[in-house]
């Protein structure tokens, strides 16, 4: 049973607008979430965390919203550049300290279309 | 500055061999994990460690042994290769608890090891 899910395996977005990417996950014990990014051959790297003490953590052009009710957060990166085709993880742990042990979406692979 | 390292890039095995993924961080970090990646599984853990002398078990350890004498090293070590193992696997490393203002617990990746086993 997957606890954290990307059910958008892949996503296409104009150069310039906004790109939003879902997840879902269902352990109500998760109260700490991270969006990773990787591109082909290399590791993933972190992008931006959201605690479930907050609706919104912003990082320049990314920002993550968490809707606790619903368990569902999704990242927003405007505007979309083309330097941001890369797949995205969807993360979740127990607690900060938790976030040794993250538990992974499948992601989604996000194209920007030039 | 090299982070974390991880050998052999590639590795093609027949079932039944055995192999050691080796791992090294040079930042001084408490934490070490591995996580294979598989398509349509996202990453899923191995093993991890949070500190030198001490290991525990992930999602999916079964087939996989760990150790960690040393902070910068946390080989994986596969006994009887089998070809559900095929994956790319990753190793990282992270901060230990902290408690630092801006911690944000985020783990750095090495670049991957692509293991094949036939």
């Known amino acids: 049973d997957q606890q954290v899910k990307q059910n958008s395996p892949s996503l296409s977005v104009q150069e310039g607008r906004i790109s939003i990417l879902n997840c879902d996950y269902t352990n109500s014990m998760f109260d700490y979430f991270l969006w990773y990014k990787k591109y082909p051959a290399e590791g993933p790297t972190f992008l931006i965390s959201i605690s479930s003490i907050k609706d919104k953590n912003e990082d320049g052009r990314f920002t993550v919203f968490l809707n606790k009710s619903a368990k569902h957060l999704s990242l927003h990166i405007v505007p979309s550049q083309p330097g941001d085709s890369a797949v995205y993880f969807c993360a979740a742990s127990e607690g900060i300290q938790g976030a040794q042990k993250l538990v992974f979406g499948q992601g989604t692979r996000l194209t920007i279309n030039p | 500055n090299a982070g974390v390292t991880q050998t052999p890039k590639f590795q093609v095995l027949k079932t039944g061999q055995s192999m050691t993924l080796q791992c090294a961080q040079d930042m001084n970090h408490e934490y070490m994990s591995w996580y294979r990646q598989d398509p349509g599984m996202g990453l899923r853990l191995i093993h991890y460690s949070v500190g030198a002398g001490i290991t525990d078990q992930g999602e999916v350890p079964n087939g996989y042994n760990v150790s960690r004498s040393t902070t910068e090293d946390f080989p994986l070590r596969l006994l009887s290769a089998a070809p559900s193992q095929t994956s790319v696997y990753f190793c990282?490393?992270?901060?230990?608890?902290?408690?630092?203002?801006?911690?944000?617990?985020?783990?750095?990746f090495g670049e991957g090891s692509r293991l094949t086993v036939l």
């Open positions: 990282a490393s992270s901060y230990g608890t902290g408690g630092s203002f801006g911690f944000t617990g985020e783990l750095f």
